[in-house]
């Protein structure tokens, strides 16, 4: 069982990434981030994830389809709302 670190709120999608995602894709990277795992993030950057979960700040994470598609998954600060989007529907 996977530990949450922070609650998601409300998931939600875009059309793009529900389209070229698979579901189970996306149900893992919502687990691995809503545990601290933010994926394909550089060392300054899941230092600022980190620091962001502290403070209730947005959090953002990076993750990669098996297709090699990247996927971003964004949580609001207050923590009503995550999305999974992909980077070219920001």
Excluded: C
């Amino acid at each position: 069982m996977t530990t949450t670190t922070f609650p998601l709120g409300r998931l939600v999608a875009t059309p793009n990434a529900m389209a070229k995602i698979l579901h189970q894709e996306i149900l893992v990277a919502l687990q691995r981030h809503a545990s601290g795992d933010w994926g394909e993030m550089n060392e300054f950057d899941w230092s600022e994830n980190d620091l962001s979960l502290k403070e209730g700040f947005r959090l953002f994470s990076v993750y990669r389809s098996e297709r090699g598609i990247k996927f971003w998954i964004i949580t609001e600060a207050d923590r009503r709302m995550t999305t999974v989007l992909l980077p070219e529907d920001y």
